[in-house]
């Protein structure tokens, strides 16, 4: 049996070794047909991407003459000479941006001069070269040895195609990786405005108009707005996860896996491996496994989450934790229910977590989601859910995070455990001091404050998820519930619980609220559906807010 290569990323690396490897070389094929000079691919991390850039430069470079020894075997070298004779075609350049990043601007800028540095190096024999000018030289050398000022690394991509194109007279292929990490961290980080005018003029010297580049390939995570940075680049399109284009090149797909499953021979596991790894779509092809999930596991065979462990999920924790909104739909989602929601992929990442749109889009194509349904093509609107267990785990382990980070000297478990034991008057102390902190923290208006103690709420009780059925917005009786608790343990205890803010054309006190709200539950006949059903242990919470004031009774 062929070894795992895991995390290897290198083509060459990989098929020197002679790892497992699934044949993706079609993807060569579908670059070439594809008539765009600017491609930008998306797609999740760890889904292959970089792998299948590395094959790109092992296959289009006309300065490694042995290449053709890589693809023997492989999809590629069974197609017509369209296709084959594209192999050592041109020079290429391979830059990635994975670790261009930092606490400021100057950190991430000085991140990017050394990874040129890196590249320059690559090319180093071009300051031997006949056809270059002293002054051409002399302009590689300023940041080959690391003196390029801001203007200069801007220009630097594009000076080093010219200079190859003058070199080999052949158009330049241009291969750039994980081109979104710098804006992502310099969001995160707090410096994103001076990273978008710096990559806008960084892709636009590149891109626009340059005659020396035969075809530029784009790979990153999220498809950030053309016009934060890419305004000045014509003929370019954008593949996402809901596109069709390469759509089997990222992956693992049904057919592949089975494959992996036979040349493994792990058949009896094949159900446990489908519900935790498989469930992604792209384009109209379904029953996509994680790549990185599925190598790990043949790897160690255990079933455990991989590929939510391998990034520190920040960007996705700061917009998660400042919606109220995403908030009360993540619960349904935790249900595995599917929710209908607004797309946007071409994120616009300023002010993402206030902007809805934005954030389904960018869960999306980013791997956390998957889309079962088009509802409205025209107005972006898409059914989705979660694609597997994996995923689960992560969103259940991030609202953990949010309690374990704001109870303060109180442990969530046992907050919980006072509720369904009703010690009843622990909870309620417990549970004000947590309700105080996260009022504080998260600064909620009026106008929220109903959703997002709803929404706070659905999130602690995701702990009794084991022995409780936690409900949402259903009916029963002759309206609908805000919450309720519904044991698994038929003698358990149930609970209904009811959120109401203070509103003064309406009530005079906060009081007069908490009455309003233990009336509408006794004449909506909220507790009929569990008494129907033989409960007879019910407890009704009411919570009230005026401001960042609250009060509860629990009768």
Same mark, same amino acid.
């Given at each position: 049996?062929?070894?795992?290569?895991?995390?290897?990323?290198?083509?060459?690396?990989?098929? &020197?070794?002679?790892?497992?490897?699934?044949?993706?070389?079609?993807?060569?094929?579908? +670059? +070439?047909?594809?008539?765009?000079?600017?491609?930008?691919?998306?797609?999740?991390? @760890? !889904?292959?991407?970089?792998?299948?850039?590395?094959?790109?430069? *092992?296959?289009?470079?006309?300065?490694?003459?042995?290449? =053709?020894?890589?693809?023997?075997?492989?999809?590629?070298?069974?197609?017509?000479?369209?296709?084959?004779?594209?192999?050592?075609?041109?020079?290429?350049?391979?830059?990635?941006?994975?670790?261009?990043?930092?606490?400021?601007?100057?950190?991430?800028?000085?991140?990017?001069?050394? =990874?040129?540095?890196?590249?320059? +190096?690559?090319?180093?024999?071009?300051?031997?070269?006949?056809?270059?000018? %002293?002054?051409?030289? =002399?302009?590689?050398?300023?940041?080959?040895?690391?003196?390029?000022?801001?203007?200069?690394?801007?220009?630097?991509?594009?000076?080093?195609?010219?200079?190859?194109?003058? $070199?080999?007279?052949?158009?330049?292929?241009?291969?750039?990786?994980?081109?979104?990490?710098?804006?992502?961290?310099?969001?995160?980080?707090?410096?994103?405005?001076?990273?978008?005018?710096?990559?806008?003029?960084?892709?636009? #010297?590149?891109?626009?108009?340059?005659?020396?580049?035969?075809?530029?390939?784009?790979?990153?995570?999220?498809?950030?707005?053309? $016009?934060?940075?890419?305004?000045?680049?014509?003929?370019?399109?954008?593949?996402?996860?809901?596109?069709?284009? !390469?759509?089997?090149?990222?992956?693992?797909?049904?057919?592949?896996?089975?494959?992996?499953?036979?040349?493994?021979?792990?058949? %009896?596991?094949? $159900?446990?491996?489908?519900?935790? *790894?498989?469930?992604?779509?792209?384009?109209?092809?379904?029953?996509?496994?994680?790549?990185?999930?599925?190598?790990?596991?043949?790897?160690?065979?255990?079933?455990?989450?991989?590929?939510?462990?391998?990034?520190?999920?920040? /960007?996705?924790?700061?917009?998660?934790?400042?919606? #109220?909104?995403?908030?009360?739909?993540?619960? @349904?989602?935790?249900?595995?229910? =599917?929710?209908?929601?607004?797309?946007?992929?071409?994120?616009?990442?300023?002010?993402?977590?206030?902007? $809805?749109?934005?954030?389904?889009?960018?869960?999306?194509?980013?791997?956390? /989601?998957?889309?079962?349904?088009?509802?409205?093509?025209?107005?972006?609107?898409?059914?989705?859910?979660?694609?597997? *267990?994996?995923?689960?785990?992560?969103?259940?382990?991030?609202?953990?995070?949010?309690?374990?980070?704001?109870?303060?000297?109180?442990?969530?478990?046992?907050?919980?455990?006072?509720?369904?034991?009703?010690? /009843?008057?622990?909870?309620?102390?417990?549970?004000?001091?947590?309700?105080?902190?996260? !009022?504080?923290?998260?600064?909620?208006?009026?106008?929220?404050?109903?959703?997002?103690?709803?929404? !706070?709420?659905?999130?602690?009780?995701?702990?009794?998820?084991?022995?409780?059925?936690?409900?949402?917005?259903?009916?029963?009786? +002759?309206?609908?519930?805000? &919450?309720?608790?519904?044991?698994?343990?038929?003698?358990?205890?149930?609970? &209904?619980?009811?959120?109401?803010?203070?509103?003064?054309?309406?009530?005079?006190?906060?009081?007069?609220?908490?009455?309003?709200?233990?009336?509408?539950?006794?004449?909506?006949?909220?507790?009929?559906?569990?008494?129907?059903?033989?409960?007879?242990?019910?407890?009704?919470?009411?919570?009230?807010?005026?401001?960042?004031?609250?009060?509860?009774?629990?009768?």
């Amino acid at each position: 049996m062929q070894g795992i290569g895991i995390g290897e990323s290198d083509f060459k690396g990989l098929r &020197i070794r002679n790892n497992y490897y699934i044949d993706k070389t079609m993807y060569i094929k579908d +670059i +070439i047909d594809n008539e765009s000079r600017v491609i930008l691919v998306t797609r999740p991390r @760890r !889904f292959g991407k970089t792998l299948n850039m590395s094959m790109l430069k *092992y296959y289009f470079d006309c300065r490694q003459k042995d290449n =053709e020894e890589l693809f023997k075997g492989l999809k590629i070298m069974k197609q017509d000479e369209t296709y084959t004779s594209k192999l050592g075609a041109y020079p290429v350049i391979y830059v990635t941006l994975k670790d261009v990043r930092g606490i400021s601007f100057e950190n991430m800028l000085l991140s990017l001069k050394t =990874e040129l540095v890196e590249l320059f +190096i690559d090319y180093a024999d071009l300051l031997n070269s006949a056809k270059l000018l %002293d002054i051409e030289k =002399e302009m590689f050398s300023t940041v080959l040895n690391l003196k390029a000022n801001e203007i200069e690394i801007q220009n630097a991509l594009k000076l080093l195609i010219r200079l190859i194109y003058k $070199e080999y007279q052949k158009p330049v292929m241009l291969l750039l990786d994980e081109y979104d990490v710098p804006l992502q961290n310099a969001y995160v980080e707090g410096y994103y405005d001076e990273a978008v005018k710096f990559f806008k003029a960084f892709y636009g #010297t590149t891109f626009k108009d340059n005659p020396y580049l035969e075809k530029t390939v784009l790979t990153g995570v999220s498809r950030v707005a053309k $016009e934060s940075i890419f305004s000045g680049a014509n003929n370019f399109d954008v593949y996402t996860v809901l596109d069709n284009e !390469f759509a089997d090149d990222f992956g693992i797909t049904e057919e592949e896996m089975d494959k992996v499953i036979q040349d493994f021979a792990i058949q %009896d596991e094949k $159900e446990e491996i489908k519900k935790w *790894y498989d469930g992604y779509t792209i384009g109209d092809v379904t029953g996509i496994y994680n790549p990185w999930s599925v190598i790990n596991y043949l790897n160690k065979k255990e079933l455990m989450p991989y590929w939510v462990n391998t990034s520190s999920n920040d /960007l996705i924790k700061l917009i998660l934790k400042n919606s #109220t909104a995403v908030k009360e739909k993540m619960e @349904r989602l935790l249900k595995d229910e =599917e929710i209908e929601v607004p797309v946007n992929l071409e994120t616009v990442i300023v002010g993402i977590e206030n902007n $809805e749109d934005n954030i389904w889009g960018l869960l999306l194509g980013t791997g956390y /989601l998957k889309v079962t349904e088009v509802i409205n093509l025209a107005e972006h609107i898409y059914k989705v859910k979660l694609p597997n *267990y994996e995923i689960k785990l992560l969103f259940q382990q991030i609202i953990d995070e949010w309690f374990r980070n704001k109870v303060i000297g109180n442990d969530l478990k046992s907050i919980l455990k006072d509720l369904v034991t009703l010690n /009843l008057e622990e909870f309620e102390e417990k549970f004000k001091i947590l309700v105080k902190e996260m !009022f504080s923290y998260m600064d909620v208006g009026e106008n929220t404050a109903e959703n997002f103690y709803h929404a !706070f709420v659905l999130g602690m009780l995701v702990g009794l998820k084991d022995t409780y059925y936690v409900n949402s917005n259903r009916e029963s009786g +002759i309206g609908r519930y805000d &919450i309720m608790l519904e044991p698994k343990d038929k003698n358990g205890n149930c609970f &209904i619980m009811e959120f109401k803010v203070y509103k003064e054309e309406k009530e005079k006190t906060i009081e007069d609220t908490i009455e309003s709200a233990k009336k509408q539950i006794e004449e909506k006949e909220y507790e009929s559906n569990l008494k129907m059903r033989g409960f007879t242990n019910i407890t009704k919470i009411v919570y009230a807010f005026k401001g960042k004031e609250v009060k509860m009774e629990i009768y």
